[in-house]
């Protein structure tokens, strides 16, 4: 597996401490895996755009998390940082892998929630609430990154949040890295959250 490198970044390796109501099926995912996607839409910062119901006929979909370890090692004089981070779970299910299921890409990544690194994880956590601008020129805020330096150039897997009253929703998926157009995901999402459980999932991710 190769891993992307640089040292441009802002974590570098020196810093450590379809049926009958309309609904659609994504393909390539067994029956308990399928999301469904209804026809009707809701309104999330005045952008129509679609929610997202599970097999299980689910209104809105859970936002959880699970731990995510890049083991390091260090061989020929080529150093691989050792990171532990955060993998979201949507459904209980892993998000990176279905990010990376459909890109058809390599799966070295860690999440934006890192463990050492408080200050990122803060920053991160403001984005995803929409407490401040997005970092990326598409407007996408940034779920899963380069494990050595964390910086877009080597690659990145975003999303655009929205908020209603209401709800969050996480929609358009895209790979990115600063210097190319976005590679857009379209076979992953939207996901929409009932606002106060993604508050606290996001909160608790951030405290990780």
Same mark, same amino acid.
Request: negative net charge.
């Given at each position: 597996?190769?891993?992307?490198?640089?040292?441009?970044?802002?974590?570098?390796?020196?810093?450590?401490?379809?049926?009958?109501?309309?609904?659609?099926?994504?393909?390539?995912?067994?029956?308990?895996?399928?999301?469904?996607?209804?026809?009707?839409?809701?309104?999330?910062?005045?952008?129509?755009?679609?929610?997202?119901?599970?097999?299980?006929?689910?209104?809105?979909?859970?936002?959880?998390?699970?731990?995510?370890?890049?083991?390091?090692?260090?061989?020929?004089?080529?150093?691989?940082?050792?990171?532990?981070?955060?993998? *979201?779970?949507?459904?209980?299910?892993?998000?990176?892998?279905?990010?990376?299921?459909?890109?058809?890409?390599?799966?070295? *990544?860690?999440?934006?929630?890192?463990?050492? *690194?408080?200050?990122?994880?803060?920053?991160?956590?403001?984005?995803?609430?929409?407490?401040?601008?997005?970092?990326?020129?598409?407007?996408?805020?940034?779920?899963?990154?380069?494990?050595?330096?964390?910086?877009?150039?080597?690659?990145?897997?975003?999303?655009?949040?929205?908020?209603?009253?209401?709800?969050?929703?996480?929609?358009?998926?895209?790979?990115?890295?600063?210097?190319?157009?976005?590679?857009?995901?379209?076979?992953?999402?939207?996901?929409?959250?009932?606002?106060?459980?993604?508050?606290?999932?996001?909160?608790?991710?951030?405290?990780?």
């Amino acid at each position: 597996m190769e891993v992307l490198g640089g040292g441009r970044g802002k974590f570098s390796a020196a810093e450590e401490g379809a049926d009958d109501c309309g609904l659609s099926a994504k393909s390539g995912q067994s029956a308990d895996e399928i999301w469904l996607v209804p026809t009707h839409d809701v309104v999330c910062n005045s952008t129509p755009i679609q929610c997202i119901k599970r097999f299980a006929g689910m209104d809105t979909s859970s936002l959880t998390f699970q731990q995510l370890f890049r083991p390091g090692s260090a061989s020929n004089g080529c150093t691989v940082a050792e990171r532990l981070s955060i993998d *979201f779970q949507i459904n209980e299910r892993s998000l990176l892998s279905a990010l990376v299921m459909a890109a058809g890409d390599h799966s070295d *990544f860690m999440g934006c929630f890192v463990k050492g *690194f408080p200050e990122q994880n803060k920053q991160s956590s403001s984005r995803l609430l929409l407490r401040e601008p997005a970092e990326t020129e598409s407007g996408r805020i940034l779920l899963y990154i380069c494990p050595e330096c964390g910086d877009i150039g080597c690659g990145a897997y975003a999303v655009s949040v929205c908020q209603n009253d209401d709800c969050f929703t996480w929609d358009s998926f895209a790979y990115e890295n600063g210097y190319e157009e976005p590679q857009i995901i379209d076979v992953v999402g939207p996901f929409t959250f009932e606002k106060h459980a993604y508050e606290a999932a996001i909160n608790d991710a951030a405290a990780f």
